[in-house]
């Protein structure tokens, strides 16, 4: 049975917190607030809250190997960031032209390539619809296509097998990877599927090759075994997480990232927390996160 013990609650109330990872580097925890616009990054050794606007919405961002910039997913495609001048370095924007879609979530496979998913934020045209993109540092490849809202991508362990959810659909799918090549590899098989109502968000995998998830809807972060079974779910105290990532000395804390938009008053009275960063101390270690290459 996990425990889960709260050691860091930032109070930022985010509109619509994503995309959260730890940086070995600097010792310290960054996401994006999408609505606001804004890049954040804590620092647990000294509780130092710093935070950047951007140009764009950002759907989700990655550290780099070989450069001090953000790589990132904005609303109209994959650019680099420079966040002291707000500077965007456009690399490829496969859905700038399809009005009502932006870029959604997203993460570096193991391999060091650059993966994002769109959403589709209004409809404009019948069957309207994104895709799952990878970026290679020179081409944009197209690897899902009739997708809605493109969430809770991460691999296996051994880079094997990669998971996905369409949200709306209420299905993590599993499919298997070739890690050399950077693709999909054959037929996809549903991993999960949760109760009607209930959205999977952003997911990561662990030590053990477990996969964890902000299930937006269920107030909970799930986590699976390598065959799909429920092992834990740790409950929350807003009922809009969105993205999950392991960090700290030796990642063992999991941080959680939440929503406060689409609550009403009402909601917002019954859950005040809803939009903040949570960082619990576990028993269990995750994985390092790749960085662009």
């Given at each position: ?6 050691l ?13 990872q730890w ?5 310290s ?71 009502g879609?932006?870029?959604?979530d ?81 037929a ?19 030590s ?11 107030g ?72 662009f290459?």
């Amino acid at each position: 049975m996990s425990r889960f013990t709260l050691l860091h609650e930032v109070a930022c109330q985010n509109r619509l917190g994503e995309g959260v990872q730890w940086n070995e580097r600097d010792q310290s925890v960054w996401w994006t607030d999408i609505q606001s616009s804004l890049i954040y990054r804590f620092t647990p050794a000294t509780e130092q809250l710093t935070s950047w606007p951007t140009p764009e919405r950002i759907g989700c961002f990655a550290f780099s190997s070989s450069d001090s910039r953000l790589l990132v997913a904005a609303a109209t495609g994959i650019a680099w960031l420079t966040l002291e001048t707000g500077e965007l370095e456009w690399l490829a924007r496969p859905e700038q032209a399809i009005r009502g879609n932006r870029m959604n979530d997203g993460r570096v496979d193991r391999q060091g390539r650059f993966w994002a998913g769109g959403m589709v934020e209004e409809n404009n045209a019948a069957q309207q619809s994104t895709a799952l993109y990878s970026f290679d540092g020179s081409d944009i490849h197209c690897h899902l296509s009739g997708l809605t809202i493109s969430n809770a991508l991460c691999w296996s362990r051994d880079g094997t097998h990669l998971y996905h959810a369409d949200s709306p659909t209420g299905k993590i799918m599993q499919y298997p990877f070739d890690p050399v090549a950077g693709r999909i590899s054959g037929a996809g098989r549903v991993f999960v599927a949760v109760e009607f109502g209930l959205e999977p968000d952003g997911a990561c995998i662990d030590s053990e090759d477990c996969l964890w998830n902000a299930l937006w809807g269920s107030g909970q972060v799930r986590r699976y075994s390598p065959d799909g079974q429920q092992l834990a779910a740790l409950d929350l105290p807003f009922s809009q997480p969105t993205c999950v990532a392991f960090g700290g000395p030796d990642l063992s804390w999991l941080i959680v990232t939440s929503a406060r938009q689409g609550l009403d008053e009402a909601a917002l009275d019954r859950q005040p927390r809803a939009g903040n960063l949570l960082i619990y101390q576990t028993d269990i270690r995750g994985l390092p996160e790749p960085c662009f290459k």
